[in-house]
């Protein structure tokens, strides 16, 4: 009996050939993908260059162009990636769904709702690993925080120790120094006190650190305890974000303002 169930195929706009773009955690590995084809059971294929590294077994964002030149994007997982030496790779994505619509994962929850913040050093101890591992904060929560790595950490627990931006500091530096005008070396003195504060702070990966190619890795992590540093330095950047979209549409507006009267002038 010949089978009867429908062919997928791919939504609307979409044609194969289209040009393709990945990303892990709000992290862009790659923009020179193809959509290569879409089976009887609905996975998409994309082609891969060799040179190209991308994580399997991971929920990934997948931006593909249309024929109009929209992009378009979607949820999916990444399950299976075959090879030939010298030649591009076929990578297989199940659980296709437009991004409105995905299920909730924690590492992508924390991309959406915690801050991107300015570079933002960080120190990461494991007992899986003999040395420190460095690296830079990615996104800042109040209870948890994205990672970029120079190496896996391994598993379980981690301390981790962060160089809060010199912008929140001299923030800091300048409320205290308007408060006792008669402090000295203000700047200073806060930076090592903070170092000490945001220092040792423990932590648990949530699932594996996910490879992103070029020796480096994305470590999602939640605090053992809200750490009130971090959720200070969040309301700080909320703040600065506010202030400098304020800025912005004052620019505009100004912009604006003066386009017009050049125009009725």
């Known amino acids: 009996m010949a089978d009867s169930r429908p062919i997928p195929t791919l939504p609307a706009g979409l044609k194969l050939g289209a040009r393709a773009s990945i990303a892990v955690a709000g992290v862009e590995l790659s923009t020179e993908l193809r959509l290569a084809g879409v089976d009887s059971n ?3 294929f994309l082609s891969v260059p060799p040179d190209v590294s991308i994580p399997v077994g991971q929920p990934v964002t997948l931006t593909v162009l249309r024929g109009d030149g929209v992009p378009t994007c979607f949820h999916a997982y990444t399950r299976r990636m075959r090879r030939h030496e010298g030649l591009p790779g076929s990578l297989r994505l199940e659980d296709i769904a437009p991004a409105g619509l995905a299920p909730d994962e924690s590492t992508e929850e924390l991309v959406r709702s915690a801050l991107e913040i300015p570079p933002m050093r960080v120190v990461v ?7 420190p591992v460095v690296g830079e904060v990615v996104r800042l929560g109040a209870e948890e925080v994205l990672l970029r790595v120079r190496k896996d950490p391994g598993h379980g627990s981690l301390t981790l ?3 809060p931006p010199e912008a929140f500091l001299q923030a800091k530096a300048d409320a205290l120094q308007e408060s006792r005008p008669n402090t000295n070396h203000t700047y200073w003195r806060l930076q090592k006190v903070y170092a000490v504060y945001f220092a040792g702070i423990d932590a ?3 699932g594996p650190a996910i490879p992103t190619g070029g020796d480096e890795w994305l ?3 939640r605090f053992h305890n809200p750490h009130a540093g971090c959720a200070e330095l ?6 600065q974000s506010a202030k400098a979209a304020e800025q912005r549409a004052a620019r505009q507006r100004a912009a604006q303002t003066i386009w017009q009267e050049g125009l009725l002038g």
């Open 125 to 131: 101890r494991s007992a899986a690993v003999r040395r």
């Open 204 to 206: 648990e990966l949530v």
């Open 234 to 239: 969040v309301r700080f950047l909320e703040e």
């Open 161 to 163: 120790s962060f160089d």
């Open 219 to 221: 470590v999602h992590a």
């Open 42 to 44: 609905g996975a998409w």
